[in-house]
């Protein structure tokens, strides 16, 4: 399409009369929708968890053919369900969950699988005319230049001349010594004839000499001559051959270049231009990074900004950004922000997901907003609106996240003393702190991302191993050398990472809902027949195993309850079909309800909607007495509403232990930067 007709599009792409179902159509995750995008701007998608955001994401990414309706990209319908649609119209996405090598670094990661696009079909041509170019200019360097031939054929001739000239000399030296000798037979046989003769004889011995001094004398000239012109030839000669050498080196670096970058196995990266690239896109966008370090290495909001420019290297026009702000911190968001304005500067057209209302109003130009897979509302005039009233069309009520605490009482539950974590590469990210919770108190962790709180929390829960003096106290008893099994049956933990370690993905809902307290007798028994061993539990016929599904499907069904876990019709689905917000809902509510004197919250609320949030946090609370309760959390407003008592940590250490009724958030972002 041409240029100033894509220009006149309203649209970059729409949306025409979507609709998605599952599971046999129970499910409707997009109901008819019609929705437009417009171009270089900025189009939140916003709306419950499981109100259909990411299905209608993926429909448009391929991920998902949609059951009806079409999709227009330019102007143009476009099946996006093909193999490499997403790529051929230039679509991006930026996951919350970010896809990167951590061994490998900024720039393999970035290059990593759009290798091939370094030479395309036209590139290719201009290498191979290049390499015949270059190999004619090999071939004929010295025969083509007629200027060298001439010098050449000067040179040789001037060879045989001297050549010549030498016998001539040596002919005329011979000559010389004949005479000389007649002189003397002459002389002794006929002194009276020889003194006749003798004058003749010496004249003409004289004009011989004579010549034979003017021969000497011309090959002199001659030798010097070609002293000179051999002086030139050699010259002549070395630059050709540096020049050869180097068309050479040029020659064969194509000639393998192109033979491997046509191989799909192995190749030469050529760097050089890499380099380049990346540094023009960085500057372009004023994103500061190393090319060369290890993306193990990077921050949460560094690793992202790799993400991003890996859709920036293959020049994507829309970017659509996934809940990419849940894992940042507060100034890794700012960041991310500036950087989004940047690309719309630069005419990409964004798509951003997202469930903080604040980053949704500050970055949008138009806010579409989504219900139980329904598109509700297009609201362009994004300066208008407030915030509650987008959660409020989101979500059907107000929500005000205010919480009626409860008390806790003075006994120590938890202590922990002189916690020291030393990572492999043996860095200390948690420094010999000590704190305690208290009986009914939800103590928070707080801070900057990376400042030692994801490590305390680990090590509580048994996923990181703490030096030998450190001290983790429960009811008394030091746990630090626990199983995580052992702990599991006073320790319930919603994990940080709950697709790493808090559900089995590709389970079923049943499944998962016991996989932290299978051991729990109303759901399997072990019936030992004969001797106990390992061979009873491994007996093929599971005959001396009970499993009781009845009480394990109530279990489920209870989970579902408790948290409004949407999208869960059949508890024989796979986990991983449900929303990703209510996955999360869906380990909270298990370890929420599992027994247990101790709650470990990681991030507990990431991904969710203001009406969980809520949901959520009234759950902890209330099941906070009796227990101590671990809240760790990004959310700093979230922490001030819900906690007893919340430590600030700063480079693994605790810069404060606060009690938020008594602070204000300028305060305590004071103290996240070590100014306490
Ligand atoms: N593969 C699938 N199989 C069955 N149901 C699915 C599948 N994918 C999504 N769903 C259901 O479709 C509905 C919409 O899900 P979707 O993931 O699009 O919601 P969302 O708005 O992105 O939610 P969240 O904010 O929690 O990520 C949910 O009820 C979800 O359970």
Redo the contacts with the bound molecule.
């Keep these: 399409m041409q240029n100033k007709e894509k220009n006149n599009l309203i649209y970059k792409f729409e949306f025409i009369n979507i609709t998605k179902k599952?599971?046999n159509g129970k499910?409707v995750?997009?109901n008819n929708i019609n929705l437009g995008i417009e171009p270089s701007k900025v189009t939140a998608l916003v709306?419950?968890?499981?109100?259909?955001?990411?299905?209608?994401t993926?429909i448009l990414f391929g991920l998902y053919k949609q059951d009806t309706g079409e999709i227009k990209i330019d102007g143009k319908v476009c099946d996006m369900y093909q193999s490499g649609a997403a790529k051929k119209h230039r679509i991006g996405m930026v996951h919350q969950h970010f896809h990167l090598v951590e061994k490998f670094t900024v720039l393999e990661n970035i290059i990593l699988g759009q290798e091939e696009l370094s030479i395309s079909l036209d590139e290719k041509e201009i290498h191979e005319e290049r390499i015949s170019q270059l190999e004619e200019k090999y071939n004929s360097f010295f025969y083509k230049n007629k200027s060298k031939k001439e010098q050449f054929e000067e040179y040789y001739n001037l060879k045989i001349i001297l050549r010549n000239k030498r016998f001539l000399r040596y002919r005329n030296k011979l000559n010389i010594s004949k005479i000389e000798q007649k002189i003397k037979n002459i002389e002794n046989s006929n002194k009276l004839k020889y003194k006749i003769s003798k004058t003749k004889k010496e004249q003409k011995i004289n004009k011989i000499k004579q010549n034979l001094k003017q021969e000497e004398k011309s090959r002199e000239s001659l030798n010097l001559e070609i002293l000179n012109l051999e002086k030139e030839v050699l010259k002549l000669k070395t630059k050709s051959v540096l020049q050869i050498e180097e068309l050479r080196k040029e020659l064969d670096f194509l000639k393998i270049d192109l033979k491997t970058r046509n191989s799909s196995k192995y190749g030469i990266l050529n760097y050089k231009k890499y380099y380049q690239r990346f540094e023009a896109i960085t500057q372009r966008y004023g994103i500061n990074l190393n090319p060369d370090q290890l993306v193990s290495k990077l921050s949460v909001g560094d690793r992202q900004k790799v993400e991003i420019l890996k859709t920036l290297w293959v020049e994507k026009e829309v970017i659509i950004f996934d809940?990419a702000t849940a894992t940042l911190s507060i100034d890794e968001i700012n960041s991310l922000l500036s950087l989004i304005k940047k690309l719309k500067e630069a005419n990409k057209t964004i798509l951003f997901?997202s469930?903080k209302l604040q980053e949704v109003k500050t970055i949008a130009d138009n806010i579409a907003i989504?219900k139980k897979?329904n598109l509700i509302a297009l609201e362009k005039n994004t300066k208008k609106i407030t915030i509650e009233e987008i959660a409020k069309m989101m979500v059907g009520t107000k929500v005000i996240l205010e919480f009626k605490k409860n008390s806790p009482i003075e006994k120590k539950l938890l202590e922990v003393k002189n916690l020291t974590y030393i990572t492999k590469k043996g860095f200390k990210a948690v420094d010999n702190i000590s704190f305690d919770i208290k009986e009914g108190e939800i103590f928070g962790l707080a801070g900057i991302e990376g400042n030692g709180q994801e490590e305390i929390f680990n090590c509580i829960a048994g996923i990181k191993k703490p030096t030998k003096d450190s001290i983790i106290s429960f009811q008394n008893q030091n746990i630090k050398d626990f199983k995580i099994k052992t702990r599991n049956q006073f320790i319930s933990h919603i994990p940080i990472d709950r697709f790493k370690h808090g559900i089995i993905a590709d389970r079923s809902l049943a499944f998962n809902s016991i996989i932290t307290n299978f051991n729990d007798q109303k759901f399997a028994k072990f019936y030992f027949e004969g001797k106990k061993n390992q061979d009873n539990y491994k007996n093929p016929k599971g005959k001396n195993l009970i499993i009781n599904n009845k009480a394990i499907y109530d279990w489920t069904d209870k989970l579902i309850k408790k948290m409004n876990v949407?999208?869960?019709n059949n508890l024989n689905?796979e986990i991983?079909?449900?929303?990703?917000?209510?996955q999360q809902k869906f380990v909270i509510a298990r370890e929420i309800l599992k027994e247990h004197k101790l709650l470990l919250a990681g991030h507990p609320t990431r991904?969710?909607?203001i009406k969980s949030i809520k949901h959520i946090y009234t759950e902890i609370i209330n099941n906070s007495p009796k227990k101590a309760t671990l809240l760790y959390s990004l959310e700093i407003s979230e922490l001030i509403s819900v906690c007893d008592r919340i430590a600030i940590l700063y480079k693994g250490k605790i810069v404060n232990i606060i009690d938020p009724r008594n602070y204000d958030l300028n305060k305590i972002s004071k103290m996240f930067v070590g100014e306490v």
């Design positions: 599952f599971l499910i995750a997009n709306g419950e968890n499981g109100s259909g955001k990411s299905t209608l993926s809940e997901i469930h989504l897979g949407d999208g869960a689905i991983r079909n449900l929303s990703g917000g209510n991904g969710l909607d």
